[in-house]
């Protein structure tokens, strides 16, 4: 059966199984079943689905899947057939996990909350200027955010999706950009200043050099990049505000990825 579009349906399918059965988690479930059915019981039992949603929202396909097929074999054990099972879907609703549906509504499709320095007209090094904030992703916590701004003819969308590869992000919480660990951002600790951000071949070798310059850094997003250890980048983005950049989003021309953080 095909994952559900909405991840709040999964959850309340999910947690009316290991939420409100916790007998049901079983040894043959997968180890993302056993461990989110601590928060599923948590949510049925307090009312409070914050943190089950989150998690399921914040899952990578194959392990939704898990989850989904784990539920199912319970209802297929227990007798149910095939269109039964299609059919609570219909009759299984997020109100099942304690979510309302208004905020389900919203929740589901809620931008990423953005935050940029707007103090600072950017850090040139090349083609781009540097615009530094934050980024919560899906589970709530701050991400470090690098916004380029383009500055010649050549930087711009195409580069980034084109020749640098990242890809086309809508600004959505539940649609957060990819790690690509091969993006690095270089960063000195004794100055605690941006230095580089580069792509680097299967051979550790730099094959893109994006931006180089020495970039001082506000105090308060430098410990959540040494805490993090990642950041996320996307361009191109027309100014420091992140209405703009959202709307860049909306209209298909962002293009992000989560890169790593190497210290010097």
């Not at 709040?8 to 947690?15: D, K, M, P, S, Y």
């Not at 916790?22 to 993302?32: D, H, I, K």
């Not at 690098?146 to 539940?174: K, P, Q, V, Y």
Request: charged share 25%; with cysteine.
């Amino acid at each position: 059966m095909r994952l559900p579009e909405n991840r709040a349906t999964l959850a309340a399918l999910a947690g009316t199984v290991f939420g409100i059965l916790p007998a049901a988690v079983g040894a043959f479930a997968s180890e993302t079943t056993r461990t989110w059915a601590v928060l599923a019981r948590a949510a049925a039992a307090e009312r409070q689905s914050d943190a089950a949603l989150a998690a399921v929202e914040a899952m990578a396909e194959p392990q939704a899947s898990e989850l989904l097929e784990d539920a199912l074999d319970h209802w297929a054990l227990g007798g149910a057939s095939p269109e039964e099972i299609a059919n609570m879907f219909q009759v299984i609703g997020p109100q099942d996990l304690g979510i309302e549906p208004e905020k389900d509504a919203g929740e589901a499709d809620a931008y990423a909350d953005i935050a940029l320095f707007t103090d600072s007209k950017g850090w040139a090094g090349g083609d781009y200027a540097l615009h530094l904030g934050f980024v919560e992703m899906p589970d709530g916590r701050p991400l470090p955010l690098i916004a380029f701004e383009s500055r010649t003819d050549r930087a711009g969308l195409e580069d980034l999706h084109g020749r640098c590869g990242w890809r086309l992000w809508n600004g959505r919480a539940d649609a957060f950009p990819e790690l690509d660990v091969n993006w690095r951002v270089r960063a000195h600790i004794g100055t605690q200043a941006l230095e580089e951000l580069a792509h680097t071949d299967a051979e550790g070798w730099d094959d893109i050099r994006l931006w180089r310059g020495e970039a001082k850094t506000p105090g308060e997003w430098w410990d959540l990049l040494d805490v993090a250890g990642h950041a996320l980048l996307c361009g191109p983005v027309p100014s420091a505000d992140p209405n703009a950049i959202l709307a860049a989003a909306e209209a298909g021309q962002l293009s992000a990825v989560v890169a790593r953080a190497r210290f010097s």
